[in-house]
């Protein structure tokens, strides 16, 4: 990762597009437990859609994102202003207020798609996959889950459960809530994120990404943004639960980095628009 730009929303909003990316680091344990597990600065990330590209022109700039934290769902099959969690359309002003508001995240970070790629991104693609009901009405796995399901999907997807794989998977934990399960606990969160996974994979040769869209399931916030970015023809079909965050940014080597600048900083105090 190279030197931080430090910079105010209100400086870039006028330039947002669809496709531009927004990562969050968050101050609560669970936020904290993802970046030691994933190892780069972002906890949660979404992905920016301009109203006027998916036919929303009443709202200038949306947030599309899987979240814990519940939000106002920009309407779809007559859902208009639902209050839910998982996965959401939210204004996208209002949006990154809440969030500066709540104090929940202490920085922000913008990803902004080059606009010589333009011609390259299937919006039509997006405006599909984002008005799929099913993907809608997909929720945010539980967050004991997040860790479990990280190793699941890079490294440890066919392997059998050993006392080996768990003593693997535990030293990499540094958070002490889940440090302390005994073993069979540990096992059984690995072993239904494992289910949860294997019940979700599209083995379909039009869509080989992590879900069969043709029914409500659950997304990781990274899974869902990765989803969408192959969706748009950004990133090659493959498993989008494979991704984390920092994945997406710049924190290490990315496999959208040639359709995106370095991220920029975002303090929580110049959120404000």
């Not at 299937?122 to 809608?136: C, Q």
């Not at 943004?225 to 991704?243: C, E, F, Q, R, T």
Request: proline letters at 2%.
């Amino acid at each position: 990762m190279g030197k931080q730009t430090l910079v105010s929303l209100a400086s870039l909003r006028q330039g947002l597009q669809t496709g531009d990316l927004v990562f969050f680091q968050g101050l609560a344990s669970d936020s904290v437990l993802i970046r030691d597990i994933t190892g780069g600065s972002w906890s949660h990330c979404a992905m920016v859609i301009r109203g006027e590209d998916i036919e929303c022109a009443e709202h200038e700039l949306l947030l599309f994102e899987s979240s814990v934290t519940a939000g106002r769902d920009i309407g779809y099959s007559g859902k208009a202003g639902t209050e839910k969690a998982g996965v959401m359309l939210v204004n996208f002003d209002q949006r990154m207020e809440d969030y500066a508001k709540s104090k929940e995240y202490a920085v922000f970070g913008i990803r902004q798609f080059e606009k010589i790629k333009a011609d390259k991104v299937d919006v039509a693609k997006l405006k599909e996959f984002t008005a799929n009901a099913n993907i809608r009405d997909s929720i945010y796995p539980a967050e004991h889950l997040v860790a479990a399901g990280h190793f699941v999907a890079k490294e440890l997807e066919n392997e059998q459960f050993s006392d080996h794989t768990v003593a693997k998977i535990r030293s990499e934990l540094r958070d002490d809530a889940i440090n302390n399960l005994p073993d069979s606990e540990l096992k059984l969160i690995i072993g239904k994120t494992i289910e949860a996974a294997q019940d979700n994979i599209d083995n379909t040769a039009q869509d080989k990404t992590s879900h069969c869209h043709a029914i409500a399931s659950h997304y990781f916030c990274s899974e869902l943004v990765a989803d969408a970015l192959m969706h748009m023809g950004i990133m090659a079909m493959g498993n989008a639960a494979g991704y984390s965050p920092s994945d997406l940014s710049d924190d290490t080597e990315s496999p959208i980095d040639s359709f995106y600048s370095s991220v920029k900083y975002v303090p929580g105090d110049l959120v404000s628009t």
